[in-house]
């Protein structure tokens, strides 16, 4: 199955889905890591109640599955915002100013480094290189290489991005307002 497929039914059968990830890819312990990124590539994060079902299907202690999921950074025990900023702070991005960058959006989104914001919109973290050191500072946004980033382009970014999701937000409401079975 494919993983968008996984996605439309992750939000219907989460324990379903998880199951069929499990059973994918064999109950063993060398399949962990990649039981563990399907996990989150389908839900986004790697949520407690998918390490204890992992961990009901495949004998492994949860204790051994968090300590899989803290000890590499790929993974996240929280749900991320719909926009995810990754602050490149590599060599070149950090004498190119990456520290006043991540300060910018930090202020922009109002999250931390390694958190969400409250609204839910954004998560701001902290990465190593994204290999277009040329392009110094860099920052992954949702996805998106944005080159040479300066404080004003980090708020200008945050503030595109919420008037996006506002509009977003604003046209599910009238479409529901229209058709009230929605
Ligand atoms: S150091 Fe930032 S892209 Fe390489």
Same mark, same amino acid.
């Given at each position: 199955?494919?993983?968008?497929?996984?996605?439309?039914?992750?939000?219907?059968?989460?324990?379903?889905?998880?199951?069929?990830?499990?059973?994918?890819?064999?109950?063993?312990?060398?399949?962990?890591?990649?039981?563990?990124?399907?996990?989150?590539?389908?839900?986004?994060?790697?949520?407690?109640?998918?390490?204890?079902?992992?961990?009901?299907?495949?004998?492994?202690?949860?204790?051994?599955?968090?300590?899989?999921?803290?000890?590499?950074?790929?993974?996240?025990?929280?749900?991320?915002?719909?926009? &995810?900023?990754? %602050?490149?702070?590599?060599? =070149?991005?950090? !004498?190119?100013?990456?520290? $006043?960058? #991540?300060? /910018?959006? @930090?202020?922009?989104?109002?999250?931390?480094?390694?958190?969400?914001?409250?609204?839910?919109?954004?998560?701001?973290?902290?990465?190593?290189?994204?290999?277009?050191?040329?392009?110094?500072?860099?920052?992954?946004?949702?996805?998106?290489? &944005?080159?040479? %980033?300066?404080?004003?382009? =980090?708020?200008? !970014?945050?503030?595109?991005? $919420?008037? #996006?999701? /506002?509009? @977003?937000?604003?046209?599910?409401?009238?479409?529901?307002?229209?058709?009230?079975?929605?």
């Amino acid at each position: 199955m494919k993983t968008t497929e996984n996605t439309a039914l992750a939000a219907n059968d989460p324990i379903g889905t998880i199951d069929a990830i499990v059973r994918r890819h064999n109950v063993y312990r060398g399949a962990t890591i990649p039981i563990l990124q399907e996990i989150q590539q389908t839900f986004g994060y790697v949520a407690p109640e998918a390490i204890t079902r992992i961990s009901d299907l495949t004998g492994i202690p949860e204790s051994e599955i968090y300590s899989i999921v803290t000890f590499y950074a790929q993974f996240r025990l929280q749900p991320v915002g719909k926009y &995810v900023i990754s %602050v490149c702070h590599g060599t =070149a991005c950090h !004498l190119a100013g990456a520290e $006043r960058i #991540t300060d /910018a959006f @930090e202020h922009a989104t109002g999250a931390k480094p390694g958190q969400t914001s409250k609204d839910g919109l954004f998560t701001l973290e902290k990465v190593a290189c994204l290999g277009c050191c040329s392009l110094a500072p860099v920052v992954n946004f949702n996805d998106e290489t &944005v080159a040479r %980033v300066t404080p004003d382009k =980090a708020q200008a !970014l945050v503030k595109t991005a $919420r008037e #996006t999701a /506002a509009k @977003e937000k604003t046209a599910k409401g009238e479409s529901r307002h229209e058709n009230p079975s929605v």
